[in-house]
Nanobody
Framework: QVQLVESGGGLVQAGGSRRLSCTAS????????MGWFRQAPGKEREFVAA?????????VYADSVKGRFTISRDNAKKTAYLQMNSLKPEDTAIYYC??????????????????WGQGTQVTVSS
């Protein structure tokens, strides 16, 4: 059974940090590009960050999180991470991880991703 499970969400004060994890099962993790998306109340889902599955480890970030968030992965643990620093109240959202078979370029559109986790809530208080 293919599954992505996020963890690490919670309540954090503005300026604080949080690390989200996304653990995969039932797939060859290293063959997949991994992405993080988020959806705030009343807003559409938006891209946050993505990382390639194979050797290059290339990454891409949304402008809104560039310099504050870092995406990484540990293929041996079948886990992708999103380290979030300098959090702001506007970062409050449900965060989802997603996966798609490795492609030459990293996709930022949610429709490009085939597999999704259930999401984890991150709330940043001011």
């Amino acid at each position: 059974q293919v599954q992505l499970v996020e963890s690490g969400g919670g309540l954090v004060q503005a300026g604080g940090s949080r690390r989200l994890s996304c653990t995969a099962s039932g797939l060859t993790f290293s063959s997949y590009n991994m992405g993080w998306f988020r959806q705030a109340p009343g807003k559409e889902r938006e891209f946050v960050a993505a990382i390639k599955g194979r050797s290059s480890g290339s990454t891409v970030y949304a402008d809104s999180v560039k310099g504050r968030f870092t995406i990484s992965r540990d293929n041996a643990k079948k886990t992708a991470y999103l380290q979030m620093n300098s959090l702001k109240p506007e970062d409050t959202a449900i965060y989802y991880c997603a996966a798609v078979l490795d492609t030459p370029s990293l996709a930022v559109g949610g429709r490009k991703y085939d597999l999704w986790g259930q999401g984890t809530q991150v709330t940043v208080s001011s």
